[in-house]
């Protein structure tokens, strides 16, 4: 299987707060599990289709202002029960973000990158 990703994805624990865009506005928080310029991935405790549209707030240990975002969840994956509960990885593009955004999310790759943190090449 080739990979398709386009972007170097850092693995680094970042909190994500997060909306399910037709369940505003009730949000939950995570733990991300890695990041890249084109996407996130984290832990959710709900099985949700792919194609549910996502609100985000990002926060980079690197900025005080968080990184908003909008994405779409394009994969999901079971994983063990924990105490009980579902638990799935899931895979999100990023949709919509601003440059500015899109230029914070991108300094943190390359900071992490120079703390030595772990990477996957795309």
Known sequence: MQEKRRYIRIEAPIVVTYKIKEKLPKTKKAIIKDFSEGGIRFPIYEKLKIGTLLEMRIETPFDTIPVFAKGEIVWTKALNANEGREIYD?????????????????????????????????
């Open 90 to 122: 899931a895979g999100v593009k990023f949709t919509k973000m601003q440059n500015f955004d899109k230029k914070k999310i991108s300094q943190a790759t390359m900071n992490f990158l120079s703390m030595g943190k772990k990477y996957r090449p795309g």
